[in-house]
């Protein structure tokens, strides 16, 4: 009697090959039988492929046959529980986990571009050069930390002699972009944001000294290769530049 109770107190795991396993099963999964020897219940835990079981006949008498093609490849409705969406997910340009640095160079918007001319005057504005450090708030939405430095001449010329001035411009700007990332390699993008910027230097000639507020969006599309950089261009409007070019460089997933 003894002999038939322990018999059947244990699981039997029956390989393909027709070896006996004397066992306590813990786990079965998609792809393996997780167990212990029943002669060790205290001892380490045993892995074997469902693959390579045919069947396991439990202590309470049930059977379970395995089938070796569901077993190495996942059955119809065991597919459809795997997490497949989001092992997708995090292989795209742009996930939750998304934090990165950017440097890119504008088109100046100001006073009509890179260079106007007027009636005894001339103005340069070259840049913005931009920095953007960038952190993901959700899979779809990160918060942009923008700040900026321009340079700015100012000429006025007279009959007999001419003046200058020379001004530099920083900025600072927070924005927020929605990412429509649907690849690994490529993250389009739009953004709005705001900020103000500061016009400081020498003699104010042209009588723009001072702060001004930065303000508008714009699209985005950064082009990833096979490393974490990106080459990104932007169009849009940011109260000082209509189109920026760069690279986004220590990109974190």
Known sequence: MLISIAVFSQDLIIKRTGEEIKSKVLE??????KYKKFDNLTGPTFEILKSDVFMIKYENGTKDVINAMASSTGSASDKSTQP????????????DKHRSTSIAYG??????????????QSSMAIGPLL?????????????????????????QTGFYSSTSASLFFGGLQLRVDYHFATSK????????????????GGNDL?????????????FGLKSYGK?????LIELGFDSYSYLKVGYVFGRHK
């Open 28 to 33: 079965v999964s998609l792809t393996v039988i």
């Open 84 to 95: 497949t969406q989001n092992e997708d997910k995090s292989l795209l340009s742009f996930t």
């Open 107 to 120: 088109l100046s918007a100001l006073f009509g571009g890179i260079t106007s001319y007027g009636s005894g």
């Open 131 to 155: 920095f953007s450090f960038d952190k993901a708030l959700s899979d779809k939405f990160s918060l942009s930390f923008r700040p900026a430095v321009m340079y700015y001449q100012y000429k």
């Open 185 to 200: 390699k490529l993250d389009p993008y739009f953004g709005i944001g705001g900020g103000v910027g500061y016009f400081f």
């Open 206 to 218: 042209s009588g723009i000294k001072g702060s001004y507020p930065i303000y508008g969006g714009g």
């Open 227 to 231: 490393g974490k950089n990106a080459f």
